[in-house]
């Protein structure tokens, strides 16, 4: 599995941060599940995974080249940040 300290995203061909990657996954999350958390989403494994495929398809990836616990971790970490800061 590829790995960089200085940024995560970046064997996956992804250049921003992990804190926008994430603004953008809740954005998206947003719009695809309304009303729904981050929290519940990983706990309905067939949802999470179309939520993910998503996300390959609007940064023009194959399915999978982002890796589902990358995307999930983005999103759950800007869940943590609260939503405040995402404004």
Known sequence: MP????NPLAPYGISM????????????LEE???GW???????HPEQAILFCNTI??????????IPHDVILRALLAT???GKKKLA
């Open 79 to 81: 869940r943590k940040q």
């Open 32 to 34: 695809d599940f309304p």
């Open 56 to 65: 390959n398809v609007m940064f023009g990836k194959p399915l999978g080249t």
């Open 37 to 43: 958390s981050a929290d519940k989403l990983v706990t």
């Open 3 to 6: 790995s960089s300290r200085s």
């Open 17 to 28: 941060t992990m804190s926008d990657f994430g603004r953008v996954c809740f954005t998206q």
